[in-house]
């Protein structure tokens, strides 16, 4: 057997006692033209790209989140999840709905001053994206229960003020065309995740912050930033 115990990251499903075992998380870069702007990187004409995050980086809703190590400029990108319920590569634009097992709300968190140097240096993303506690994400909700979310209000709410808005028709590539474009580079396998990118009103938090997150129609995210732990 294991000399320790594996330990997998899980997340709640709505309705149901069974838990999402996570596999890995994707994620979209520069998805909402607004955020594009506000970035002042890359063209809003770019086909979408992709980085991951680690799977034990999930945080669920209301677990703290401590302010990461190497850092001083620590942002939030509120983001609707995908989740993956079944196995497909190279899936039609057509047809990848059929693979979606639901969705949530997540948060994209950005070591942002480290992003940024990476990006300057033609480095990868990993330093500035890729860390502990960098994927707080909600419950998920089955397609069964809510549909597919392609429209609908999503927004970010720190300390009470709202700081980000948008409507996921706003997302440049909608999610069956991310599905889509990402099973054409690796084979989907249910318990995958996929963040789709966030809207503009992307800012920077403290210890002691709290996060609210919202998408129509899903449950809500909220978590608070703790102390630096490392
Ligand atoms: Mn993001």
């Known amino acids: 057997m294991f000399v320790f115990d594996p330990k997998i990251a899980a997340l709640p499903i709505v309705g149901r006692e069974d838990l999402f075992p996570v596999r890995r998380v994707y994620c979209v870069g520069?998805?909402?033209v607004a955020h594009i702007r506000e970035?002042?990187?890359?063209d809003e004409r770019d086909p979408p790209f992709f980085f991951?995050?680690?799977?034990d980086a999930i945080v669920t809703n209301a677990a703290d989140v401590p302010y990461p190590p190497q850092t001083e400029d620590f942002q939030y990108e509120a983001e609707l999840v995908v989740a993956i319920g079944s196995e497909a590569a190279n899936i039609s634009v057509e047809r990848a709905l059929e693979i979606v097992f639901g969705y949530a709300v997540g948060v994209d968190l950005t070591r942002r001053d480290r992003q940024?140097?990476?990006f300057k240096a033609g480095l990868p993303w990993e330093v500035g994206k890729a860390f502990d506690h960098s994927a707080p994400c909600g419950a998920i909700?089955?397609?069964a229960d809510v549909g597919h979310r392609l429209k609908g209000a999503i927004s970010l709410s720190l300390n009470g003020v709202e700081r980000q808005r948008g409507d996921l028709e706003q997302m440049i590539w909608n999610t069956p065309e991310i599905v889509?474009?990402?099973s054409r580079s690796y084979?989907?396998?249910p318990g995958d995740l996929i963040m789709?990118?966030?809207p503009a009103g992307v800012g920077a938090i403290v210890p002691g912050d709290r996060l609210l997150v919202s998408i129509e129609g899903l449950a809500p995210l909220q978590f608070s930033i703790a102390e630096r732990e490392i």
């Open 39 to 42: 970035m002042k990187e890359g």
């Open 187 to 189: 084979r989907l396998k």
């Open 196 to 198: 789709t990118g966030t």
């Open 180 to 182: 889509s474009n990402l």
């Open 116 to 118: 940024r140097e990476s």
């Open 52 to 55: 991951q995050k680690p799977a």
């Open 30 to 32: 520069r998805n909402y």
């Open 141 to 143: 909700h089955m397609v």
